[in-house]
Structure formats: C-alpha cells, structure tokens
C-alpha cells in the first residue's frame, strides 16, 4: 500500500510512502500524528517563514514514523468553490499556492525527507473524479493550472503524483497518468523534473499508455497493471526493458535522496537524512500559533475581538463548538497526538471569575449518533454487547464474538469472510420515538424485529473509496416507540454486510450504528442556546461544515451551512448583539446573516489546536493575521463556476484564465461579501509609499516594490502587503482573455503601533508574461503595467507604473 520492493543485492531498500497534508498519517496505523490545519489555513498566513517551520515539521513528523515521502503538498487550485478538496489545497491563486507549497517542501527535502507534490494536472474537483476529462486550453494550463508545478519542479521537488483524471488540453486527450506532452514533454524534458512520477492510488489505467506517457511508478502494488503485466509487455515485447531504465534510475534518485539506498563500497547510506528533534510540545506550540496567525478577521464593527480583559460570561454556542469539525475527509486524516476544545481552552485562559456555558444548540449532521452499546446484548449468549458474526460464501459461521465496543468498521477480515454479521437487543426504556439504523456500503440487509428496514444487492469495490462513500455512508433507519412491551427488553436488529475487498487496498466492511434517542426537538435546543446568549457578556457561536459535506470523494452540492446552522445563528444574534461568530469550514459558505452579525472570524478545518488557538484569538494572545486565500460569495448565485459535474464526461474549464477572485473581477461581476486577499487582523494601517526597483524598461526580470505601511492601530499588529499587477488599458486592448488583475507578490510585516515598517515585494518577471501558444514560448507584452498595493484585491491603496519594452 505504502513501500516500493526493496531489493537487497543493490542496497535498495523500501521507500515508504504516506499522506499527507494534514499530517505525516502513521502508515502502520500504529501511532497518532500531529495534526495540522487544512492546508488553506497555512496559504491564509501568506508567511512564507511559516510555512518553512511547516515543513520542518512534516520532516520531523516522518521521521518519527519513519516515513521516507509525504504525499503532499497538493497544489491544484481552488477552481470551485464546490471542490471536495478544496481545503487540501492553498489558494485560488497560483501565485500563493506556489510561494507557499515551496517553502514548505524546500524545508522538508533539506531535512532529507521527500514530498510527493499532487495531483498533475487540472485534478480540481471530485465529481466521477477518477473518470472526467479536464478540457483546458493550454495558456489556461500554463499560466494558471500548471504554474505552481512548475515552480515546484524548478525549486527541487523530488517527487509529483498523477492525478485519476484526465486532460483534453495541452498536446493530447489523454487520461494524466499516459498524458505524454504533460509528462514527459512539458514535467521531465521542459522543465528538467528529475525525480518520480508515482501515480495516484489504483488511478494506474493502462501498461504501455502509461509507461510512454512518463509514469515511473504504479501505486499501490504489485496488484494492478504494472504488476504481472508489465513483466508480460516486457516479455511480449510490447514494452523495451530499455524503456524502463529511466524510470528505475529516477526511483534509485529517490531512494538515494532519501537515504534508502546503500552504496556498495561502504555499506553506509546515501541521502540527506538528518535528524530533526522535535517534541509533541514544540509541534503542538506551533500549531497553536500557525491556526491562531491563519484565523482570518472578515468583520468586527463592534470591536469585539479581542475580548475585554476582565471577567467575563461567555456563551459558547453550536455544535462545533461542542465538538469542532477538526479535519476534512478523504485520504487526508490523520489520528491526533491530542485535540484540543474551545470550552477547555476558554477556560484555561479566560481571566479567573469568568464563566464559560457550552450549549450545542444546532443540528448538524444527517446521521443520528452512534449507538451506545452499554444498551446492547448479544441475542445468543445473552452477554452485554454485540454479535460480530463472520460468514464465508455458504452462509456458514466462521468466527463469531461479543463486542463490549464497535466503531463501525470491522479489518479483521480473511480471504473466505463474505459477510459480517451483526445482532443486538437494543434496549429502548425511554418513552418516545427513537431512531435506529445501520449505515454502510455494498450488498447488505438490516432489520429491526424481523422488519426490513434496508436492503441492497449492489457490491461494493475500489470506486466506494475513491468516492470516499465508506467514510460518511448516511445510516438508514426506522422509528420505534420506546418503553413499550419488547422495547424494553430489547428491539432486535440485524445486519448482514458485505465484505468489501477492493483491489490495492485491506479488505474492511462499515457497519455505522446509529440510535437517536427521543428528546428535545431541534427548536428548544436552538431556544436553549438563545437564552444562553442572552444571559452572557459575550456570545460565541461556531458554526461550520462536517464530513458528510467536506470531504474528498464528493464536491459539495450547495454552499450553504449544513443543518440548521443559519438559524441558530439568527437566534444568538437576536439574543444577544455582543456575538462573534466563527467559521470552523475549510471551503466557502454562504452566510445569509453576514450584514447582521457585529463580528465573523474564518476558523479553518483547524486540526489538534482548534480550542487553544481559538482561546488565543479570543483573549488577544496572538493576532488573526490571516487574509482570505479564495474569495467569499455572498449569495451561491454569484459564484462563477457553481460546479464541476462533468458533461458527457468533460469538466469544461470554460473559464479560462478568471480562476476564482480574477472572475470576480470582471466589470459587472457582483460584489463578494469578502474579496481575495482581504482580513482585518486586530490593527489599522496606512499604506504611505511605494518605489520599485530592479525594472529597467526592456529587462525580463524581477522587480521589487518597496511599500512603507504604518500601524495607526493601539496593538502590534502583523500586515500583508499584497501587490497586484493590471494590465495599462493599451496592454489589456489587445489581450481581453488576460484577467483584470491578479496577485504579483506580497510580503508580510510587523509593526509596533505607532511604527512605520517597509516590506519588500518581489513581483516575478513571470508575473508579468503570458504563454504564447503559437510560439510555444513564454512572453511579456509590450507596454504599461500598474503595480497596486493594497489590503485585499479590492482594497488597493498605492500604485507605481512599471513599463516594459519588446524584449531584449
Ligand atoms: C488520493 C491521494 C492520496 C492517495 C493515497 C488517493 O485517493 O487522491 O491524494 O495520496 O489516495 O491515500
């Protein structure tokens, strides 16, 4: 699943993989992991210095699991805002994306550790994501999609995964994985790539498409194409053994890189591998400070954030805020070292005599909770728990077990396991309707007393991972009166599942039980919530998305918050006007009461430190420095790629080069409810000047914009200086597909209240070309450029003219 063959008689050993980029994940399943934000809360920092810190502890964290390559970072970009995995990446921008995802590999290859850079190309949405054609025209490629790649290519990356789909775009229609001008013409002779293309998991469709296309490595293995098959091209001729060469020299490259390779003379091993201690203190401290920095301010009229320093009342309010949503779906999770709640964090740090009440108050997720099996017995023996029965293809019981706890998955599966059986008594004592059910996925049947409650004949294989529907199957259920005769004693449910043994991956079966007891209905609880509010000097109120909307596998059908979340949030604000409302969300949101609401934080997928770091933003310990990384709509009907459902197979990326905020930018395009770019933090500044150096008219190279900000605010506060380039009307005349503006470069910079700071910009020549298709060459169009200073993309403050001449 995770290790290249070694092979001893060379020195060769294993290589061994794992994901990222929420983490280093423990391949072995063995050990928890420092479990980091989603990586839009690191591109929300846009501090490149920490993103360094980032990868030092990527290196650190595979070390200790002795991991040789991270598959991360992902630098597809954020094309919807629908996109499953969207908080895998960085940014709408690929500017950002890049300057970040550099950093962050740089510092962890120089600590002999590889990073597996995913997933190329054009792989930015889920939808039947291991089937659709991405049609890019291929400047959109170029300037937009394959950007960040090629910046990572050319600063030292030693590894790049090919993505599930497909490209029509860029020399050929070709699944990625045998794309070949995308491989191997633009990826290994273009731009010098001298390390491994692995490919994505089980995404491998073919032996000599993808060993011409440039894939060096079929992953997992040695089940799948490239397992007997390639030995049987080889042999049949159908592939040269000359043709694998290179890829065997790039794999040898990569273990030598990474310290797998042992060198004949000596015996000693090769690479860079250095050691890098690190305690679960020092990652947690800067988890703690990287979420509080990424926390971005999108309002605070009212001044409420920071909190005042006295004793306060604070109500802490919403389902996250019991229990936040710490990490997307999909491929990314990873086990926490720890996790840490807003309502312990709070207390810990509120001042003594403050008093902090924690109510739930929303709905969030479709599924009810997990059944407690404390009201469980096995029907057979008669113990407490639940029957685990397994069943081979008769029907015959091969082991059987009384489990005192279950959390919905079972691996313990061997080859002739076809069914997992389970039965319990569940008692129901208290009046009322309960709800009870079995969620999974594949052929099964779940009954309660003999009654059907669901069936299915469909089997389940490798495409219910790559969907991710294993993780989040919604449970179906029935209702049953409780305390009634039988009920008491125990309703009887049963459920035959399938064993689902999808190729490249462990044999598992889902089995997600779920019991709703009766109870309040969902208005007292928002009504319980309201009077909290009222009650309190302050009102927290978190809200978010969940696994079941945010997940890799799937894109997001809409963009509204899940449940009843709007509401809630309408009550606390009714209640109390003192409220701070947090976005605990990787991806946008619409927020219908945005005008409405005094104060609204974006919180991220915040990973171990959700409640420390939180408590720092509230208290005022660290600064929210962050700035938006993608653009926030106000209204779904404004959003400019809405979706991303393929048509006849295609995802048209019709769009061209207006990726994310560029689009909003268009004369006439409706107004955000906060543009790319923008974030308060907790101080003013005053933007005084701008000189640029470095720009001989003619000259294809960098340039620097020197801007002077000074804090006018009463705190120390941190700036991002964001510059972005426009077009002169005569350069954009002739050019209408080049977007209105788009971000040249930024810089983050500190300063004392009172104090003047100058941060130096750097705007790549880049920044300032296009690809001419015809030339097959990159370009700069002759004429005037404006270089604007600003906040946000929309809040831009000085402007300095940089002119450029045909090139010499
Ligand atoms: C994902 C990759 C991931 C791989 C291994 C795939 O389904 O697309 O991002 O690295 O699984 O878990």
New binding site residues.
């Given amino acids: 699943m995770w290790a290249t063959t070694p092979v001893e008689r060379i020195g060769l050993d294993r290589v061994l993989m794992t ?2 980029p929420v983490g280093v994940r423990d391949p072995e399943a063995r050990d928890s992991s420092a479990m980091l934000p989603a990586p839009s809360a690191l591109s929300a920092t846009w501090d490149v210095v920490l993103a360094r810190r980032v990868g030092a502890l990527f290196a650190a964290e595979a070390r200790r699991h002795d991991v040789d390559m991270v ?1 991360a970072p ?1 630098v597809n970009l954020q094309r919807t805002p629908v996109g499953g995995r969207h908080f895998e990446c960085y940014s709408e921008d690929p500017h950002l994306t890049a300057e970040i995802a550099v950093a962050l590999v740089v510092a962890a290859q120089q600590r002999g550790v590889g990073m597996c850079v ?2 190329y190309v054009a792989n930015d949405s889920e939808t039947d994501r291991t089937r659709y054609l991405a049609r890019v025209d291929e400047r959109t490629l170029r300037e937009a999609y394959l950007a960040p790649f090629e910046r990572l290519v050319r600063a030292g990356a030693w590894s790049v ?1 090919g993505a ?1 789909s497909g490209i029509d775009g860029g020399g050929a229609t070709a699944p990625a994985l045998e794309h070949r001008p995308l491989l191997t013409g633009v990826l290994k002779d273009e731009w010098g790539f001298d390390g491994l293309v692995v490919s ?2 089980v995404a491998t469709g073919s032996v000599a498409a993808a060993v011409r296309g440039g894939l060096d490595l079929q ?1 997992p293995g040695p089940d799948g194409p490239w397992g007997d098959g390639l030995l049987a091209a080889v042999h049949a001729d159908v592939v040269a053994e000359s043709e694998l060469d290179d890829k065997v020299r790039r794999l040898l490259r990569l273990a030598h890189r990474v310290g797998r390779l042992r060198l004949p003379d000596d015996g000693t091993t090769a690479g860079t591998r250095v050691d890098t201690p690190r305690t679960a203190e020092d990652s947690s401290a800067l988890l703690r400070e990287l979420v509080a920095r990424s926390t971005v301010v999108l309002k605070d009229d009212a001044g409420l954030v920071p909190f005042a320093a006295a004793p306060l009342r604070v109500a802490l309010l919403g389902a996250h805020a019991v229990e936040p949503f710490f990490q997307g779906g ?3 999770f990873v086990v926490p070292d720890r996790l840490s709640y807003p309502a312990d964090a709070l207390r810990e740090t509120l001042l003594a005599g403050s008093v902090v009440d924690v109510v739930a108050g929303s709905r969030v997720l479709r599924n009810p909770p997990e059944l407690d099996l404390t009201r469980c017995t096995d029907p057979v023996t008669g113990e407490p728990g639940l029957r685990v029965e397994l069943l081979d293809a008769d029907g015959r019981v091969r082991r059987a077990r009384t489990r005192t706890s279950w959390d919905g998955w079972a691996h313990d599966v061997g080859p002739h396991d076809v069914t997992l059986r389970l039965r319990a008594r569940v008692r129901l004592d208290e009046p009322g309707t309960h709800e009870l059910g079995v969620g999974t996925v594949g052929v099964h049947r779940v009954t309660v007393d003999g009654r059907l409650v669901s069936a299915g004949d469909v089997v389940a294989r490798e495409d219910v ?2 969907a991710s529907g294993h993780n989040h199957p919604i449970a179906a259920t029935t209702l049953v009166e409780g305390a009634v005769e039988g009920a008491v004693e125990g309703v009887l449910l049963e459920a035959d599942l399938q064993v689902v043994h999808p190729v490249g991956y462990d044999r598992f079966v889902r089995g997600l039980l779920v019991h709703r007891l009766p109870g309040p209905s969902a208005d007292d609880e928002l009504a319980v919530a309201a009077a909290a509010a009222s009650a309190a000097d302050v009102a927290v109120v978190v809200v978010g998305t969940t696994h079941e909307v945010e997940s ?1 596998g799937f894109d997001r059908t809409g963009l509204a918050l899940p449940g009843n979340q709007d509401e809630l949030v309408r009550r606390v604000l009714a209640a109390n006007p003192r409220t701070v409302v947090v976005v605990n969300a990787g991806a946008p949101v619409v927020l219908p009461w945005y005008d409405d609401a005094p104060a609204v934080l974006w919180g991220w997928l915040p990973g171990q430190e959700a409640g420390t770091a939180l408590a720092d933003v509230l208290t005022g310990a660290t600064e929210p420095s962050g700035r938006l990384p993608w653009t926030l709509p106000a209204r779904e009907a404004d959003v400019p790629v809405p979706h991303a459902v393929p048509a006849d197979g295609v995802v048209d990326y019709a769009e061209g080069l207006d990726v994310g905020y560029r689009a909003w930018e268009r004369p006439g395009a409706p107004a955000p409810a906060a543009p790319f770019g923008h974030g308060l933090g907790w101080t003013t500044w005053e933007y005084e000047g701008a000189t640029l150096t470095g720009a001989p008219e003619g000259a294809r190279q960098d340039v620097e914009l020197r801007v002077t900000v000074r804090n006018t605010g009463p705190r120390p506060g941190r700036e991002v200086v964001q510059v972005y380039v426009e077009p002169g009307a005569e350069v954009a005349a002739a050019d209408p597909a080049r977007p209105v503006r788009w971000l040249g470069g930024f810089a983050v910079a500190d300063a004392a209240p009172g104090e003047t700071v100058t941060a130096t910009v750097r705007v790549p020549a880049r920044a300032l070309e296009t690809w001419d298709v015809a030339a097959g060459a990159w370009t700069t169009p002759p004429g005037a450029y404006r270089l604007r200073a600003g906040r946000s993309v929309r809040d831009l403050r000085l402007d300095v003219e940089l002119v450029r001449r045909t090139e010499i």
Avoid: N, P, T, V
């Fill in positions: 994901d990222g598959l992902q995913k997933h995964m599930y994505d998991w992953m999909g491929s990314s991972i790559l890799e």
